[in-house]
């Protein structure tokens, strides 16, 4: 399971297209270190670190909406908020139960498909309206 970039995924904003391909390359990371049977102490670092770089870049987001009075954007903090508890309940599975194949599998795909489903409709949008704001400012 590797998550790859491609065009479809840019949005045009540079900081926020970065944070993207870094999201799904740790995701990616997480599950390859899985795979190569890695230490339970170098997927929890991996996993720690991919959990605070999704909270570190949902904040950037949610200051880019606010510095342009985004009009989507409480719609679009929920949805941050409610991928982070779900990703918190993974977490928590883990620390429970230890890292399963189901739950590995379960994370790096969840973490994935969400990064692209929420690029390609929710950020796409956002950074158009984004884009033509700072254009007519």
């Not at 790859?4 to 799904?24: R, V």
């Not at 230490?39 to 929890?44: K, S």
Request: aromatic share 10%.
């Amino acid at each position: 399971m590797t998550f790859a970039w491609s065009p479809d995924l840019e949005t045009g904003h540079a900081d926020i297209d970065n944070q993207h391909k870094q999201l799904l390359g740790m995701a990616s990371a997480l599950f390859e270190a899985w795979q190569a049977g890695k230490e339970r102490q170098e997927m929890e670092r991996t996993l720690e670190f991919l959990v605070g770089y999704v909270n570190k870049h949902f904040a950037d987001e949610e200051k880019l909406q606010e510095k342009y009075d985004y009009p989507g954007y409480p719609a679009h903090k929920q949805l941050h908020v409610n991928f982070q508890g779900e990703v918190q309940g993974l977490v928590a599975k883990i620390s429970q139960d230890g890292f399963t194949d189901e739950l590995l599998y379960d994370i790096c795909n969840t973490i994935g498909d969400w990064v692209v489903g929420h690029v390609k409709d929710e950020d796409l949008r956002m950074i158009t309206y984004i884009q033509t704001k700072a254009q007519t400012a």
